[in-house]
């Protein structure tokens, strides 16, 4: 474990990492699964935000625990090296950080989709995702300090129209009736796989834990806090577009029109508003957390020991946070939105069942046997089952995409340590 060539400032708060976590959280999935999960349970949807944050609940415990343990940045990468070695910390940071730059720059390309002189115009588009990935990569050369504050404003910004919705979930609740359509409980699986997804990013809040102040205590809080406080707001504005819009299942904007519902046309376009708001709020924060991946690979000695160099004026890891931006600025140009559920399902699975066998291998060496062993593993193992289960839940093309990725990054790792022997 060697480390890095200069330490980084410590500088971000427990509710820097809080508004982290909750912004990689409650994204864009937001905006648009209410009709499709209407679509597969009826008004028993919100059952499927219920069960998938009682499925997810032991694998953010892992990770509360595991960065408890960890005051460096890298995250489930970090974890996977120290307990399992290089090859596996490689494996599960690379992976990590495709993800994210592909998520970073699918999200960006969505902006454009909410914005009215923007519509049918594809070249604005990707120059309003390019533009995005340029200036918050920008901000977080610039000092981590400034993107914290930026991905903190974005957070609570985009928060007031969901929460106006949510209230409107709270008066609902007495009067909600949960009804199955006529598949019954069939269409729960897929209707859980599209909850996976809208939960992902409290993993993400341990990767920049090297510039935390208080990682240790902080960034648990964090994961945990953005995990709960994530599905109460998906259960509750669900249930509030199931009694504001008749026809949920066929909208294809259906916060917006619950709002129009709820506060007229103004409330359509406050919640248009905060759309915007809330995916741009998601490029802030990739261009926060997605380079510390890289950093972790580097310091470990996968890939060249610059990008893990800390800028001698700014205190960022400014090879990285370059690298990164450039990349996700070509994958702008290339991707869209389409495609990456599936992608991402696959690739968060493995960060998460990697994460629980981490603490699963640790608690079972420290209790060495006896009851207090089986005590210990229940919460590792229910969130490898759970993982297991809502990844199976998927296809198998997404599996072999991340393989192929998964060859090419070691294939990149060879070609780095060999150029710099």
């Known amino acids: 474990m060697r480390p890095s060539p200069a330490p980084p400032r410590r500088e971000l708060s427990r509710f820097d990492l809080v508004c982290l976590g ?3 959280v409650v994204g864009s999935s937001i905006f648009l699964f209410p009709g499709r999960l209407a679509g ?3 008004s028993a949807s919100p059952a499927a935000y219920a069960l998938t944050a009682l499925l997810l609940a032991p694998v953010a415990l892992c990770f509360a625990e595991a960065s408890s343990e960890h005051d460096r940045a890298g995250g489930p990468a970090l974890y996977a090296h120290t307990e399992f070695g290089p090859e596996w910390g490689f494996a599960i940071g690379w992976l990590c950080w495709i993800t994210m730059i592909v998520s970073w720059a699918a999200v960006a390309n969505g902006i454009a989709a909410y914005l ?5 115009r594809p070249y604005i588009g990707k120059a309003v995702a390019c533009g995005a990935i340029a200036v918050f990569g920008a901000l977080n050369w610039r000092g981590v300090r400034l993107g914290a504050w930026t991905t903190d404003f974005f957070t609570v910004a985009k928060l007031v129209p969901i929460a106006l919705i949510a209230l409107a979930g709270i008066y609902a609740l007495p009067a909600w009736r949960p009804e199955l359509p006529p598949a019954g409980w069939r269409p729960l699986g897929a209707a859980c796989f599209l909850a996976y997804f809208a939960y992902q990013g ?9 510039e935390a102040r208080d990682p240790k205590r902080d960034v648990p809080f964090a994961v945990l806090t953005a995990l709960i406080g994530s599905a109460v707001l998906y259960i509750l504005v669900q249930i509030a577009a199931l009694s504001l819009v008749p026809r949920l299942a066929s909208s294809e904007r259906p916060l917006a029109d619950a709002a129009a519902a709820l506060m007229g046309p103004w409330g359509a376009a406050l919640v248009t508003a905060g759309a915007v708001i809330s995916m741009t709020g998601y490029v802030a924060g990739s261009a926060l957390g997605g380079p510390r991946y890289l950093v972790a690979l580097a310091e470990e000695g996968h890939l060249p020991r610059s990008l893990a160099a800390v800028h001698p004026r700014f205190g960022t890891p400014s090879s990285s946070i370059l690298w990164s931006a450039g990349v996700a600025l ?8 389409n495609g990456l559920v599936d992608f991402s399902n696959v690739v968060i699975g493995a960060q998460f069942l990697s994460t629980c066998a981490v603490v699963l291998v640790r608690r079972a060496r420290r209790a060495k046997s006896g009851p207090r062993a089986l005590t210990g593993a229940a919460v590792p193992v229910a969130g490898i089952c759970a993982t297991l289960w809502l990844g199976a839940q998927g296809g198998w093309r997404q599996v072999a995409a991340s393989a192929a990725v998964l060859a090419a990054g070691f294939a990149l790792r060879a070609g ?3 150029f710099s022997h």
């Open 22 to 24: 909750v912004n990689a």
């Open 40 to 42: 597969h349970l009826g």
């Open 116 to 120: 009215p002189w923007a519509a049918g």
């Open 202 to 210: 409290f993993e993400t809040v341990p990767v920049p834990a090297g």
């Open 330 to 337: 070509i994958a702008a140009l290339l991707l869209d939105f």
């Open 416 to 418: 780095a340590r060999a």
